[in-house]
C-alpha cells in the first residue's frame, strides 16, 4: 500500500538553528499538508500545498516556516530559526481528489 | 471555521466490550467529510473511517463503525469487540470537501483492560 514517507523519525536542535523536514507524499497526490502535535495535545493545521504554492496556512505558520516542493517527489518544511515552543511532532499528509488524507509515520523535533 | 468536540479525554473499556468514543462538529460548510483516526503510542496517525455528509448509510470498517447523526452534528466512532491493541488515542476530524485541510479534536485516549 502507498504511503507518505517522514525523514528523519527524531531530530535534535539547538535553538536558533535552521531544521528542514522532510516529506515524500504519495506519487499521484496533488495536495500536501503539515501538521503538528505538541506532546500530548491535538493535531494543529500548519499549511496545506497545492500546485506549487501555498492554498492555505494557519497563524502558526509565521515567517520561521517554509515550505518548497524542491522536485517532483519532495516536499519539504523549513524551520528558519527554531525556538523551545517549536519541539512538537511534525507530520505530512497527502490527497488526491476523491481520496484521503495519507499521513507520514511523523518527524520528532526536540528544540534543546 | 470548522470546529470538532471531543468530550472524553479518557476512557477504560473491558476486553471483548464495545466502546463508542464521542464526537460532535460544527459547520457551516454544506458538504464535508468526517473523519476518525488512530494514534498508538508509537505516533504514527493511522486513518480507521470516513463518512462524507451526503451518505445515506454509516461507514462500516471490520470492527469499526460510525455512527453519523447529521442533524444532531454528531459523528461517534463504534469499535466492536475491543481488543488490547485497541489501546491508542483517538482524533475525529473533518474537512470541507475539496481536499482541505483537516481539523481536528483533541482527542480521546482509549485504553484496554484485560
Known amino acids: 500500500e502507498p504511503e507518505v514517507t517522514q525523514t528523519p523519525s527524531h531530530q535534535v536542535t539547538q535553538m536558533g538553528q535552521e531544521v528542514i523536514l522532510r516529506c515524500v507524499p504519495i506519487?499521484?497526490?496533488?495536495?500536501f499538508y503539515w501538521y503538528r502535535q505538541i506532546l500530548g495535545q491535538k493535531v494543529e493545521f500548519l499549511v496545506s500545498f497545492y500546485n506549487n504554492e501555498i492554498s492555505e496556512k494557519s497563524e502558526i505558520f509565521d515567517d520561521q516556516f517554509s515550505v518548497e516542493r524542491p522536485d517532483g517527489s519532495n516536499f519539504t518544511l523549513k524551520i528558519r530559526s527554531t525556538k523551545l515552543e517549536d519541539s512538537a511532532m511534525y507530520f505530512c499528509?497527502?490527497?488526491?481528489?476523491?481520496?484521503?488524507?495519507?499521513f507520514g509515520s511523523g518527524t520528532r523535533l526536540t528544540v534543546v | 471555521a470548522q470546529k470538532i468536540t471531543q468530550t472524553q479525554p479518557g476512557m477504560f473499556v473491558q476486553e471483548k466490550e464495545a466502546v463508542t468514543l464521542d464526537c460532535t462538529y460544527d459547520?457551516?460548510?454544506?458538504?464535508?467529510?468526517l473523519f476518525w483516526y488512530k494514534q498508538p503510542s508509537s505516533g504514527e496517525m493511522i486513518f480507521l473511517i470516513y463518512q462524507g455528509s451526503y451518505d445515506q448509510q454509516n461507514a462500516t470498517e471490520g470492527r469499526y463503525s460510525l455512527n453519523f447523526q447529521k442533524a444532531r452534528k454528531s459523528a461517534n466512532l463504534v469499535i466492536s469487540a475491543s481488543q488490547l491493541g485497541d489501546s491508542a488515542m483517538y482524533f475525529c476530524a473533518m474537512t470541507p470537501f475539496g481536499n482541505e485541510k483537516l481539523t481536528f479534536g483533541t482527542g480521546t485516549r482509549l485504553t484496554i483492560i484485560p
Open positions: 499528509a497527502s490527497s488526491a481528489v476523491g481520496s484521503g488524507y495519507t
Open positions: 459547520t457551516s460548510d454544506p458538504s464535508y467529510g
Open positions: 506519487s499521484n497526490h496533488l495536495y
